[in-house]
């Protein structure tokens, strides 16, 4: 399998865990060095590339490839997004998967997004309070691209600590995800969800993600 925009490789690492043959690709070296070290760490085999989501090679295909946390929002323009699926397509063997998790067009359209915008998690012995954007982040309704404030605190025994940044995410709908499909070729759409439970269809009340299942012809 390969994890597209995989970060920290969570994905691709669970998948070595469980004795898949897994590759981790991201265009951040902090991200591929902290892929690298979380795998030495682990015991795990992980083939972790530096590389652009848009335009890649690599000397093998997969029977499985996925972009997760809807990180298909780092792709601006419809032209990134084409070039994107012909790379995936140019790396999956016929008869092979595909899959994208994208944020629930419902977190746009609607006066309730179905997703928060702030938690709290641990990490061992620190506690992290997360906020991702939010109501005061407009999204630009021409080019669908909001400007997300993104605020970490991070509390441990030396003491607290914030991180800020500033995300820019591309907002995709279904619509636009079925169009760019057909221009760059290769895959058919074999299923869409609204959660990672198969039972809750896109549309149900009760979805919150946007699941897109494509198979290379």
């Not at 809807?70 to 790396?91: F, K, T």
């Not at 221009?183 to 759409?189: N, P």
Request: proline residues 4%.
């Amino acid at each position: 399998m390969l994890e597209l925009a995989a970060g920290p490789a969570e994905h691709a690492l669970e998948l070595a865990r469980r004795g898949v043959s897994a590759t981790a690709l991201d265009l951040s070296p902090a991200m591929c060095a902290r892929a690298r070290d979380k795998a030495a760490a682990a015991g795990l085999a992980l083939e972790v590339v530096r590389g652009d989501m848009r335009d890649f090679a690599l000397p093998q295909r997969f029977g499985l490839v996925v972009t997760m946390l809807n990180s298909v929002c780092h792709l601006m323009e419809l032209d990134g997004l084409v070039a994107h699926l012909r790379a995936v397509a140019r790396h999956t063997v016929s008869g092979g998967l595909y899959i994208m998790e994208l944020a629930h067009p419902a977190d746009v359209l609607t006066i309730v997004p179905r997703t928060n915008s702030e938690w709290d998690t641990a990490a061992g012995a620190r506690q992290v309070h997360v906020r991702w954007g939010g109501g005061d982040d407009a999204i630009d309704p021409v080019t669908q691209v909001t400007r997300e404030h993104v605020r970490i605190t991070v509390r441990d025994g030396a003491g607290s600590r914030t991180l800020a940044d500033v995300v820019p995410n591309r907002f995709w709908t279904g619509t636009e995800i079925t169009a760019a499909v057909r221009l760059a070729g290769g895959f058919t759409e074999a299923a869409r969800y609204g959660d990672f439970d198969g039972d809750v269809s896109l549309s149900a009340p009760e979805a919150w993600r946007m699941i897109v299942v494509l198979r290379r012809e």
